[in-house]
């Protein structure tokens, strides 16, 4: 009986030792597959720190850099439904979660698709607009606290980027056909020919407040579909980040003349602004990257990039790496 025992742990023991070695060389063949696919991309970026609350439920949208205190925050949202937490990551490495309160008291709980902040406020993406909140209570938060939205902006369309730039906050949408679709006039055919099936609004600073930006864009950029991301690179290339699904990412930065427009646009209210098409008359650099690569962020001459693979919805991003923030010269 003993000597069956014996035998029957061996083999179990041997089956076991199988699945793991097998599952060890699966994810040497995915890191190697990975590192190969993307070298141009590898050979650039480098692994800054751990993006937060991967673990949780939370699913990254954005990442942005607080020039105030040296911190950084992550969006996103919770597989579950949950309240959508913001992560900060303060200048010594801890991590904060805290939540956000609408205007009306009810709890935020949408997609996170954007977080973006100045010296005076943070702007989070929401459905139709975007909610403004202090930065005094932001800064001073502790683990845990919900901060109260001060204010929902509405725009023409639910963005799903957002980034200040040049004392513009650039906000656009996103497009994927039959997902995602967008309204016919932001279906622009550009002067090479090409479809570019969405728009970014570039929206001026309020005059009369600090920090606060007007609803009437000073113009619109015609942008390609499944734009995640925006930024202005250290030698001011406007520069997207494009991705959906399990396709690779791309990181796209243009060349944009901004004294030379190809056209205007008709926004909600009725009136023209300058519209620039963002095309291969003015793609400069086309940096293939790794799947699910969301938002990006310019930080001390380099483009930090963050990625949703690793989290707990979809898995795969953990065993190759993708649960870093990267940042790479463009």
């Given at each position: 009986?003993?000597?069956h ?12 030792g199988?699945v793991?070695?097998?599952a060890?060389?699966?994810?040497l063949?995915?890191?190697?597959y ?6 141009p ?11 937060p ?10 990442l942005?850099?607080v ?18 937490p ?6 010594d ?11 009306d008291g ?9 977080i973006?902040t ?18 005094d209570?932001?800064v001073?938060?502790e683990?845990?606290?919900s ?5 929902m ?5 639910t963005?799903a980027f ?11 949408n ?18 090479d020919?090409?479809e570019n099936?969405a728009?970014?609004?570039?929206f001026?600073?309020?005059p ?5 930006f007007?609803?009437t ?7 390609p579909?499944m734009?995640?991301?925006t930024c202005l690179?250290s030698d001011g ?30 926004i909600?209210s009725?009136?023209e ?23 990006i ?8 990039t963050?990625d949703?693979?690793?989290?707990n ?13 990267y940042?790479?010269?463009l």
């Open positions: 009986m003993a000597a025992r014996h035998r029957a742990l061996k083999i179990i023991g041997i089956v076991l199988s793991v070695g097998i060890v060389v699966a994810v063949a995915l890191n190697i990975m590192r190969m696919t993307f070298a991309y590898f050979e650039q970026a480098e692994a800054q720190f751990e993006i609350g991967l673990n949780t439920g939370f699913v990254p949208q954005d942005d850099h020039e105030a205190d040296d911190s950084w925050l992550f969006s996103g949202y919770m597989t579950d439904g949950s309240p959508s913001l992560y900060r990551r303060t200048a490495g801890s991590i904060q979660t805290l939540y956000v309160t609408l205007p009810s709890p935020y709980t949408d997609h996170g698709s954007a973006t100045n010296e005076e406020f943070a702007y989070l993406a929401c459905e139709g607009g975007y909610l403004t909140i202090p930065m209570t932001l001073f938060a683990d845990g606290q901060l109260q939205a001060t204010e902006v509405n725009l023409d369309f963005p957002m980034n200040i730039e040049d004392d513009q906050l650039l906000a656009g996103f497009y994927y056909p039959g997902d995602y679709e967008t309204p016919a006039n932001h279906h622009i055919v550009t002067p020919g090409t099936p728009v970014m609004y570039a001026p600073q309020d009369q407040t600090p920090g606060r007007l609803t864009p000073d113009n619109v950029f015609s942008i579909g734009v995640q991301g690179s290339k406007l520069v997207l980040s494009t991705s959906y699904g399990i396709a690779p990412s791309h990181l796209l930065a243009y060349q944009v003349n901004l004294g030379d427009p190809d056209g205007t646009f008709t909600g009725g009136e602004v300058p519209l620039f098409c963002l095309d291969s008359r003015n793609l400069a650099v086309d940096i293939v990257g790794p799947p699910m690569q969301e938002g962020e310019s930080h001390e001459g380099k483009v930090f963050t949703e693979s690793a989290s919805k979809y898995i795969f991003g953990k065993l190759c790496g993708a649960g870093q923030a940042a790479l010269p």
